[in-house]
């Protein structure tokens, strides 16, 4: 399913953004985090030191909003029904 939204990181645009939580002791049992994968630095998770944008394609006309990894992924799970 494609999300609504659209993200960019930093003013980089960024077409794959995965949410996974993250590892605690070698188990994936720790909070939730947002993780993208850059094709020269490779995978690394979004903290509050990004400027994270998101826009809501389903609006005409919206501008980019300023969130935090908190509120992007309660957004992208609130679009997929998680």
Same mark, same amino acid.
């Given at each position: 399913?494609?999300?609504?939204?659209?993200?960019?990181? +930093? *003013?980089?645009?960024?077409?794959?953004?995965?949410?996974?939580? $993250?590892? %605690?002791? *070698?188990? &994936?049992?720790?909070? !939730? $985090?947002?993780?993208?994968?850059? &094709?020269?630095?490779?995978?690394? @998770?979004? +903290?509050?030191?990004? %400027?994270? $944008?998101?826009?809501?394609?389903?609006? #005409? *006309?919206?501008?980019? !909003?300023?969130? %935090? #990894? @908190?509120?992007?992924? =309660?957004?992208?799970?609130?679009?997929? *029904? =998680?």
């Amino acid at each position: 399913m494609e999300s609504k939204y659209e993200v960019r990181v +930093d *003013g980089i645009d960024v077409p794959v953004l995965r949410i996974r939580r $993250e590892m %605690t002791h *070698g188990f &994936p049992c720790g909070p !939730k $985090e947002l993780v993208v994968k850059d &094709p020269a630095l490779g995978m690394f @998770a979004l +903290d509050q030191n990004f %400027t994270i $944008e998101v826009k809501d394609l389903s609006v #005409p *006309g919206i501008e980019w !909003k300023r969130v %935090t #990894p @908190a509120e992007l992924i =309660a957004l992208l799970e609130a679009d997929c *029904g =998680a």
